[in-house]
């Protein structure tokens, strides 16, 4: 159940366009209002989500050995400026006693932490202590990779440039292999 307020967004969307010197009433933007609250709600879902939800499905399998879901295709929007912010996370954990999981589940985890006002920092963190508290496994390491469109159609205006953040938790801090193999495989075209 969503808690966005359709009316306060429209009344602000509204104001926005007037703001800026543009006419609300006039025919191509009478009904924007209603559409940017339409897309709030969409893009702003994972606010009403707990992320660690989805990782209750477990398996019992007795897999101690790594699990990488990699190129998880996401959109998320920077909180500073409210423009998006997209990329690639991939997530990698050692199941612990069976606490295997759903491979979809990782990518709802990644998608309910980055449908928020967020940083990249923070997308990567939370999927890694979401994982680590649910699934107690040996080891999580999540990376993700953006392009902030924030640095691109505005402000320092630098197209092109990514952004790559991970969070390393568990067994992979002090495993300098395990955490080398994770990545040259999330690097391996
Ligand atoms: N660490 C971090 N910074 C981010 C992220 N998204 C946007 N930013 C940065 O947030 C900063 C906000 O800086 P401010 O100086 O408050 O705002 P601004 O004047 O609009 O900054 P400029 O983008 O440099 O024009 C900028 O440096 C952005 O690049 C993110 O996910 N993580
Ligand atoms: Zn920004």
């Not at 969409?42 to 019992?60: I, K, N």
């Not at 932490?113 to 890694?128: D, G, H, N, Y």
């Not at 979401?130 to 924030?150: D, F, K, N, W, Y």
């Amino acid at each position: 159940m969503s808690d966005v307020n359709h009316d306060k967004i429209e009344q602000a969307v509204y104001s926005i366009l007037e703001a800026v010197g543009e006419d609300p009433d006039r025919d191509g933007l009478r009904d924007t209002p209603k559409r940017v609250a339409r897309m709030y709600e969409e893009v702003f879902q994972g606010l009403s989500q707990d992320p660690s939800e989805h990782l209750h499905t477990v398996f019992g399998e007795e897999h101690e050995e790594l699990v990488l879901v990699r190129d998880i295709p996401f959109y998320s929007m920077c909180e500073h400026h409210l423009v998006p912010f997209y990329g690639k996370a991939h997530v990698g954990y050692i199941p612990k006693e069976g606490q295997v999981t759903g491979l979809s589940k990782l990518a709802r985890t990644v998608e309910t932490v980055a449908k928020r006002p967020q940083l990249q920092e923070r997308i990567t963190s939370t999927v890694a202590d979401s994982i680590l508290q649910t699934l107690t496994p040996h080891g999580v390491i999540v990376v993700v990779e953006a392009e902030h469109m924030c640095m691109t159609m505005r402000g320092i205006q630098k197209p092109g440039t990514e952004t790559v953040t991970s969070a390393v938790r568990g067994s992979f801090e002090q495993d300098e292999a395990s955490r080398a193999e994770v990545l040259t495989l999330i690097n391996r075209s």
